[in-house]
């Protein structure tokens, strides 16, 4: 009975082994990364990329990014998302990354010259596959961009002779102007 015991045991571990060894064909480890500005100022045009990386150690098929919903509209999103968010990216083999050089979200603009504190702009994003994936901590991404509200009005120098000029030019039609409504 200790022979049957043990063969079973065998012949159990070798079925867990070549399980595990016929389901690795299968498996990938895609991961995603953001990049931006860690400051902004309310009016930029704040422009982030991201990149989705295949690790391998097989290939990934039906690779989809998804951004995270922001509260501030996009500008014209680089290929191969042009279309906008989910994108479908298709395969990718492992060691393979594919780029997205250029989301571009306008801010508002908004003057606060009481304001001091910033507001958190996230920019997160989540890539997905048929394929199984060996590390699914690194699916998932965000940024964090501190967007500052204007404090100041820039003050804009004035030429003083210009302005003078232009002083003199205006009451000139004025005085056209007065002279004309008045017929003597």
Same mark, same amino acid.
């Given at each position: 009975?200790?022979?049957?015991?043990?063969?079973?045991?065998?012949?159990?571990?070798?079925?867990?082994?070549?399980?595990?060894?016929?389901?690795?064909?299968?498996?990938?480890?895609?991961?995603?990364?953001?990049?931006?500005?860690?400051?902004?100022? =309310?009016?930029?045009?704040?422009?982030? !990329? @991201? *990149?989705?990386?295949?690790?391998?150690? #097989?290939?990934?098929? $039906?690779?989809?990014?998804?951004?995270?919903?922001?509260?501030?509209?996009?500008?014209?999103?680089?290929?191969?998302?042009?279309?906008?968010?989910?994108?479908?990216?298709?395969?990718?083999?492992?060691?393979?990354?594919?780029?997205?050089?250029?989301?571009?979200?306008?801010?508002?603009?908004?003057?606060?010259?009481?304001?001091?504190?910033? =507001?958190?702009?996230?920019?997160?994003? !989540? @890539? *997905?596959?048929?394929?199984?994936?060996? #590390?699914?901590?690194? $699916?998932?991404?965000?940024?964090?961009?501190?967007?500052?509200?204007?404090?100041?009005?820039?003050?804009?120098?004035?030429?003083?002779?210009?302005?003078?000029?232009?002083?003199?030019?205006?009451?000139?039609?004025?005085?056209?102007?007065?002279?004309?409504?008045?017929?003597?």
């Amino acid at each position: 009975m200790a022979v049957n015991d043990l063969l079973r045991v065998v012949v159990g571990l070798l079925l867990s082994i070549c399980s595990v060894v016929a389901g690795a064909q299968n498996i990938a480890d895609l991961s995603v990364a953001v990049s931006g500005p860690t400051y902004a100022t =309310f009016g930029d045009r704040i422009v982030y !990329s @991201v *990149t989705v990386t295949n690790n391998g150690p #097989n290939a990934a098929s $039906n690779v989809v990014l998804t951004i995270g919903q922001l509260l501030f509209p996009f500008g014209s999103i680089s290929d191969p998302c042009g279309a906008g968010f989910p994108c479908a990216l298709g395969s990718l083999n492992a060691s393979q990354s594919v780029s997205i050089p250029s989301i571009p979200v306008q801010t508002p603009y908004l003057f606060c010259p009481q304001c001091n504190d910033p =507001f958190p702009l996230v920019v997160s994003a !989540s @890539v *997905t596959s048929d394929t199984s994936d060996s #590390n699914t901590v690194n $699916n998932r991404a965000a940024i964090f961009t501190s967007v500052f509200p204007v404090r100041s009005i820039p003050v804009v120098p004035i030429d003083a002779d210009w302005m003078l000029l232009c002083l003199g030019v205006l009451l000139g039609f004025a005085a056209v102007f007065n002279l004309r409504s008045h017929r003597f």
